[in-house]
């Protein structure tokens, strides 16, 4: 009897010791600032979400073309990545359901019977047995096991939230970069048809003037050699407008067809003007939540295998109804119930828990790295693309100046040609009117790299809700 009071007292002092030791795997996960980066992001999570913030805007608010919206809706509602990243959330869902349902009791009925006969009697009748048993058993958690479990499969759930939001982001930036590459290249598609045309006529205009004898074949032909030069280069945009109209059509998860997009089709450009960008706005990117989620989740796992070291507490009850008692059958039948508890104290393992430790710690490092890498990435991001996005208008600013002058440029030395006056040449007229092509073309581009470098800020900043 002594002995029996020993162990249980001894038992009793193990719990009781395991639970003054283990206070650290029923803390939840807290947002680390164990660096000013990390201190930082820490206070900007506190703060209040700026609604008026480029990245918040919603992307209707931002893309307000009625034919780019329409095309995002059908991206968003289609699209195969972002279905795949939505069942992704389901099935993160269904985990953390199951994680929840842990807590209960696991009940199962296993009703089963059978019959016996000695041949050596023939006159014995067959002697049925049977049993209807229903086992219940459950798991009292006292040391976080399926708590820790439950916390990692939330924020796993969390974190495929912040990935459909990027992938949904990515969608919406995709198809707004595809349209107006398409706008882009329909609008160099129209600048060097008419400029052939054009050029056409300048090659008739240096036949006549030879047959005047003012120019010689040398102009003739250097003429008609830039002219099916330009036809060239029509193919080759036609081309990548063949090929950016697929790409819409991938976006969209249609069959390669061609989309009707205005060459005019132009984003309407904020006012944005400021050397940083707050943390705040960095942190409403789903990669950086993301990232942390992925940091929370490796600590719910380091927390799941401190809690292996300490015991185990299952409790069962077996009940039921059967005429087997013993070795003996009885008719007609009883019920019966049993209760038992047990727990299991891990001892040694083979190592196997240490090793699960250290394995978890390791991976709880290297989430914080990506974190931490993750957040400094994104603040490069949002740099390069605002700098890009002003340097941009500048650039813009400037090819349309200089495609206006080379313009005049074209029809003074066209002019002068004609007149035969101030020393004007037939080569001035080719660099003047090669020049202006050059300009146009540029000039339709930087657009293009205006409206691109502003749907990657947005891009950057999270936007795409």
């Not at 650290?24 to 201190?39: A, V």
């Not at 891990?346 to 989430?367: C, D, V």
């Amino acid at each position: 009897m002594k002995i029996r009071k020993s162990i249980i007292a001894a038992s009793a002092l193990a719990i009781s010791m395991a639970g003054l030791s283990s206070c650290n795997i029923y803390k939840k996960y807290e947002t680390p600032d164990n660096t000013p980066m990390m201190s930082d992001y820490k206070q900007a999570l506190e703060q209040q979400v700026d609604s008026s913030a480029f990245g918040n805007l919603r992307w209707q608010e931002v893309f307000t073309d009625p034919v780019l919206a329409s095309l995002i809706e059908q991206a968003l509602a289609n699209n195969t990545n972002l279905r795949n990243a939505k069942l992704n959330v389901d099935i993160a869902h269904a985990q953390l359901k199951g994680a929840k349902l842990s807590y209960l009791p696991s009940v199962a009925l296993a009703p089963s019977g059978q019959g016996s006969k000695f041949f050596t009697n023939p006159s014995q009748s067959m002697s049925w047995s049977y049993n209807i048993p229903l086992s219940v058993s459950w798991e009292i958690d006292v040391f976080a096991k399926l708590l820790n479990s439950k916390r990692g499969a939330q924020a796993s759930y969390e974190m495929t939230q912040a990935y459909e939001q990027a992938t949904r982001s990515q969608i919406i930036a995709g198809v707004a970069n595809c349209y107006y590459a398409i706008a882009m290249l329909q609008a160099q598609l129209e600048v060097s048809r008419s400029t052939a045309a054009l050029w056409q006529e300048s090659v008739q205009t240096m036949k006549d003037l030879k047959e005047a004898g003012r120019l010689n074949e040398v102009a003739v032909v250097q003429s008609e050699a830039q002219y099916y030069g330009i036809l060239s280069s029509i193919t080759d945009i036609e081309v990548s407008l063949h090929e950016m109209n697929n790409t819409m059509s991938l976006l969209l998860n249609v069959m390669p067809q061609h989309w009707s997009i205005p060459a005019s089709a132009a984003l309407n450009v904020p006012a944005i003007a400021r050397e940083s960008i707050p943390m705040r706005e960095l942190a409403s990117r789903p990669d950086v939540a993301a990232a942390e989620r992925n940091l929370a989740v490796a600590y719910y796992s380091t927390n799941s295998a401190r809690a292996a070291f300490y015991p185990g507490l299952n409790i069962t009850a077996n009940g039921g109804f059967t005429n087997l008692l013993g070795s003996m059958i009885m008719n007609p039948g009883k019920f019966f119930i049993n209760l038992a508890g047990s727990l299991t104290v891990p001892l040694f393992s083979r190592g196997q828990n240490i090793a699960r430790l250290e394995a978890a710690k390791a991976q709880q490092q290297q989430a914080m790295n990506n974190f931490e890498y993750t957040l400094l990435s994104a603040s490069a991001e949002v740099s390069d693309a605002l700098t890009l996005f002003e340097k941009s208008v500048e650039k813009r600013a400037a090819l349309d100046i200089q495609a206006s002058k080379l313009s005049n440029a074209v029809d003074y030395t066209q002019e002068l040609l004609k007149l035969g006056t101030y020393g004007t040449t037939y080569l001035d007229v080719l660099t003047a009117q090669q020049g202006l092509l050059q300009a146009q073309i540029s000039s339709i581009t930087a657009q293009n790299a205006q409206n691109r470098a502003l749907i990657n800020l947005y891009q950057a900043l999270g936007g795409g809700r």
